[in-house]
């Protein structure tokens, strides 16, 4: 069993930059899949970006792809998601993801492993 707890959410101008992290429970975290995912009011949960277990893989949505980064610190039991250059339209409840595999991936049955959200806010 893997518990997500994440944190570094809050308010932000257009054009700033937060870091979120998600801290995981359990020895076997560096055997997982991690994501994050976010969900904007009346909205479906979308991903935002995925993380082989390794770290060596990555995947990024089109609609942060060169302003977000993925890492993760196997050691640390940590994973995170710097965000930069951010926009009114990423204003949304961050979720943190795990899954059983190794392979990063975009499928959302794939995690079963959830955090509780942090959210975001990005004021115009």
């Known amino acids: 069993q893997v518990q997500l707890v994440e944190s570094g959410g809050g308010l932000v101008q257009a054009g700033g930059s937060l870091r979120l992290s998600c801290a995981a429970s359990?020895?076997?975290?560096?055997?997982?899949?991690m994501g994050w995912f976010r969900q904007a009011p009346g909205k479906e949960r979308e991903l935002v970006t995925t993380?082989?277990?390794?770290?060596?893989?990555?995947y990024y949505a089109d609609s942060v792809k060169g302003r977000f980064t993925i890492t993760r610190d196997n050691a640390k039991n940590t994973v995170y998601l710097q965000m930069n250059s951010l926009k009114p339209e990423d204003t949304a409840v961050y979720y943190c993801?795990?899954?059983?595999?190794?392979?990063?991936?975009?499928?959302?049955?794939?995690?079963?492993?959830w955090g509780q959200g942090t959210q975001v806010t990005v004021s115009s």
């Open positions: 993801a795990g899954t059983k595999g190794s392979a990063a991936t975009a499928r959302l049955t794939e995690y079963v492993y």
């Open positions: 359990g020895r076997t975290f560096r055997n997982y899949a």
């Open positions: 993380i082989s277990s390794g770290g060596g893989i990555t």
